[in-house]
């Protein structure tokens, strides 16, 4: 993902002066970014303090790290399994026992 040109602390900025009653089209204007862009960050932002938006990219990363490790172990365990001649069982849809 593309990182943004303007930190937490700015784009809270540009949203408490929207807040305070400033027109958003002037906001962008002057902020040279776009509605669209103003609304997605109110969207994400909106009500955070700075601290708060600085947290949220602490656990955001974390996540993209953990969903990594995660992605590691299965690829490991797949690996393993091959290694071993372990078979993969079927998947049953229901939770009916087979016919057999």
Same mark, same amino acid.
């Given at each position: 993902?593309?990182?943004?040109?303007?930190?937490?602390?700015?784009?809270?900025?540009?949203?408490?002066?929207?807040?305070?009653?400033?027109? =958003?089209?002037?906001?962008?204007?002057?902020?040279?970014?776009?509605?669209?862009?103003?609304?997605?960050?109110?969207?994400?932002?909106?009500?955070?303090?700075?601290?708060?938006?600085?947290?949220? *990219?602490?656990?955001?990363?974390?996540?993209?790290?953990?969903?990594?490790?995660?992605?590691?172990?299965?690829?490991?365990?797949?690996?393993?399994?091959?290694?071993?001649? =372990?078979? *993969?069982?079927?998947? *049953?849809?229901?939770?009916?026992?087979?016919?057999?």
């Amino acid at each position: 993902m593309r990182k943004s040109k303007f930190t937490e602390e700015q784009i809270i900025g540009f949203l408490k002066q929207a807040e305070a009653g400033m027109a =958003v089209a002037e906001i962008c204007r002057k902020g040279g970014f776009s509605d669209a862009t103003f609304y997605k960050w109110r969207a994400k932002f909106g009500g955070m303090e700075v601290s708060d938006a600085r947290r949220l *990219r602490e656990l955001e990363a974390e996540n993209a790290k953990l969903k990594s490790l995660l992605a590691e172990a299965h690829l490991d365990m797949h690996a393993l399994k091959s290694v071993l001649g =372990v078979k *993969r069982q079927p998947h *049953r849809s229901s939770g009916k026992p087979s016919a057999s």
